[in-house]
Every structure is written in structure tokens, then in C-alpha cells.
């Protein structure tokens, strides 16, 4: 079992920054792809970013591409989403997910957070 606590969350106006954390409990997270998944008020969860246990390998959803970054510390088992340019379309609780294996699909992953509300004003 994996248990994944997201920090980071808050309030921004358009066009700030935040920067998301996701603390895995296991001393094996670099064995675990991780995706940042996103679900706004009434709209279905979606794919924001993923990467896969080394780090080397990243996917990102086309809106986000070019604002927000994934990366991963193994050392500290921790992943991060680093989130530029906000819009208030951003707006949605963040969740962070482990899995064994690197893709865009919620099912894909097995183990989830409780997720983080970033709210962005215009």
C-alpha cells in the first residue's frame, strides 16, 4: 500500500504560480510512475502530467504544455507539478497517483491522493 498526501494548493490570481507536492510514503516511489490528475466542479477527472520512476520520461496534457512541469526527487519521494501562468480555467482539486506503469489513463494508476484545491481568479 502507498499512501500519496498532496500539499501546495491555494489561491492565485491570473497568470501567478504554485508549485504542488506529492509525498509518497514508500522507500520504493522511484519504482512508481506518477500522474497529476485534475477534476473541476461539475466536469470529469482529466490527465494533467505524468512521469515515469526515473524521471526521464514525462508526459504533459496539451493545455498545460509549455506552463506546467513535472519532476520527481526519489530521494525524498516526492513528486512535484510546477504550475506557471495560471488560468481560472486551471481551477480544480489536484490529485497525485502512483502506478506501476507511466500513462494518461486514470486507471493506470492504483494508488491516489486526497487531492488539493488550486483555485485561480481572474
Known amino acids: 500500500q502507498v499512501q500519496l498526501v498532496e500539499t501546495g494548493g491555494g489561491l492565485v490570481q491570473a497568470g501567478g504560480s504554485l508549485r504542488l507536492s506529492c509525498a509518497a510514503s514508500t522507500r520504493t516511489a522511484s519504482t512508481y510512475a506518477m500522474g497529476w490528475f485534475r477534476q473541476a466542479p461539475g466536469k470529469e477527472r482529466e490527465f494533467v502530467a505524468a512521469?515515469?520512476?526515473?524521471?526521464?520520461?514525462?508526459y504533459a496534457e496539451d493545455s498545460v504544455k509549455g506552463r506546467f512541469t513535472i519532476s520527481r526527487d526519489n530521494a525524498k519521494n516526492t513528486v512535484y507539478l510546477q504550475m506557471n501562468s495560471l488560468k481560472p480555467e486551471d481551477t480544480a482539486v489536484y490529485y497525485c497517483?502512483?502506478?506501476?506503469?507511466?500513462?494518461?489513463?486514470?486507471?493506470?494508476?492504483?494508488?491516489w491522493g486526497q487531492g488539493t484545491q488550486v483555485t485561480v481568479s481572474s
Open positions: 512521469i515515469n520512476g526515473n524521471g526521464e520520461n514525462t
Open positions: 497517483a502512483a502506478g506501476r506503469v507511466l500513462g494518461t489513463g486514470g486507471t493506470q494508476y492504483r494508488f
